[in-house]
């Protein structure tokens, strides 16, 4: 395993970059299997109940989520056991009629962990949504949570910012912003923006994994914090399996 805080130079800008490879990634993305089942929700109950359905409807699924802001007084889940993917994309304009590029942001309002989507067998992808507010004194993470066992894990052109986790103890740690634990998938973890979150054992991101192979390219990772002196403000990885990471910019973190 290995661990990283980061103190490499830094331009002074909060955007995502984009690269022509992050234009493709994200339209293939936005292109749902031909079989998949197709959600647009708008409001947070509507967005649960999505899931409700997606998780046991035996297809793939897609969750598209209106731009907007979402109060959210209790976490957002998804848990399936099935081995079927789900893809939870933010950014689309009223009805789901067409992606708009539209900022979409869960806000746990400092009491919850905004999303926790975990998958036995199926892969995950989430994209297009903002985490801020996150917090979890139990949790593994404050902003987003998604662990499967089987499938790939991706999570590209997301933001995580100002969530904490307080949690202590248990294997895998606690990160203030992301935390990832995949299974023999592996994770992609791409282009994303950390600023601002704090956790117990890891203030950005948490990524672990059990065999195959994970991606983290292009994300910054900015001005986050972990609690003691001795754990990463900024990233850490580990697990077995291999690593490739490419492209971040790790920087302020304490």
Known sequence: SMASSG??????SQEIPVRRSTVVLLLALLAPPASAASFCADSAGAIQAAFAAAAANGEDDVVRIVGGSYALSTTLAYVSNEAHAITITGGYSAGCSA???????LD??????????GSANGAITINWLTFVGGYSADNTAGGLIAASDAGAITIVFDKFLGNR??????????????HVSAGIGGAKVCDNLFV??????????IVSQAGGESRLVGNTIVA???????????????????????????WNNA
């Open 99 to 105: 992606f708009a590029f539209a900022d979409t942001t």
């Open 7 to 12: 103190k490499e130079a830094f331009a002074d």
């Open 224 to 250: 986050n914090s972990g609690d003691t002196l001795d754990e990463p403000g900024g990233l850490f990885v580990g697990g077995s399996g291999h690593f490739v990471l490419s492209d971040n910019i790790i």
């Open 196 to 205: 601002g979150n704090r956790g117990t054992d890891a203030g950005g991101a």
């Open 165 to 178: 986790s307080a949690g202590s103890g248990g294997p895998v740690g606690h990160a203030g912003g992301l």
């Open 108 to 117: 746990g309002q400092h009491l919850v962990t905004p999303l926790y989507v």
